[in-house]
T-cell receptor, first 113, second 108 residues
């Protein structure tokens, strides 16, 4: 099994440009998470989905960040416009209802120039 | 508010020496603690959880509610233990708060 899949793995953009990240969770996992990991820090939750519903987006900067999980499977996270401070690793994770262990993807490393 | 503190950014030990990674938490409810590990060029993965009371790869961790700690220990470190270790606190259904991480370097 491939586990959680994320793309792209790396992205370099100039500030003020838009960027999007894609995540495909483990098959059958209802819960999907997007985390932000700054250099030298632990992951911080941005948004959590239960199926297609965003049940916790309190830490998502809604002025420039948006996310969707339209069919309750894969998800996209978008930043528009990107700022220098958005340079970080964006992690996606998923878990099943019966097991709260979160399985992480490899992450997308974003560099904003 | 919940918080997880890992005071050591880097721990450097020699192979065969004991290693202890400190983790302290702040939470008013009933805590559930985890240790996650990230080896070089690999994804973040669960190492162990306190409710399982198990030893994984020789590592153990005991939840001390009085001291609000969940330190990770291994009596004899191996070179393959070199990695980033993150302590995490579960405060609500499927919500994790992570510490800042500790890099362990095991020297030959």
């Amino acid at each position: 099994e491939a586990g959680v899949v994320q793309s792209p793995r790396y992205k370099i953009i100039e500030k003020k440009q838009p960027v999007a990240f894609w995540c495909n969770p483990i098959s059958g996992h209802n819960t999907l998470y997007w985390y932000l990991q700054n250099l030298g820090q632990g992951p911080e939750l941005l948004i959590r989905y239960e199926n297609e519903e965003a049940v916790d987006d309190s830490q998502l900067p809604k002025d420039r960040f948006s996310a969707e999980r339209l069919k309750g499977v894969d998800s996209t996270l978008k930043i528009q416009p990107a700022e220098l401070g958005d340079s970080a690793v964006y992690l996606c994770a998923s878990s099943s209802l019966n097991n709260n262990e979160q399985f992480f993807g490899p992450g997308t490393r974003l560099t904003v120039l | 508010a919940q918080r997880v503190t890992q005071p050591e950014k880097l721990l450097s030990v020699f192979k065969g020496a004991p290693v202890e990674l400190k983790c302290n938490y702040s939470y008013s409810g009933s805590p559930e603690l985890f240790w996650y590990v990230q080896y070089s060029r690999q994804r973040l993965q669960l190492l162990l959880r306190h409710i399982s009371r198990e030893s994984i790869k020789g590592f153990t961790a005991d939840l001390n509610k009085g001291e609000t700690s969940f330190h990770l220990k291994k009596p004899f470190a191996q070179e393959e233990d070199s990695a980033m270790y993150y302590c995490a606190l579960r405060t609500a259904v499927n919500k994790l708060t992570f510490g800042g991480g500790t890099r362990v370097l095991v020297k030959p």
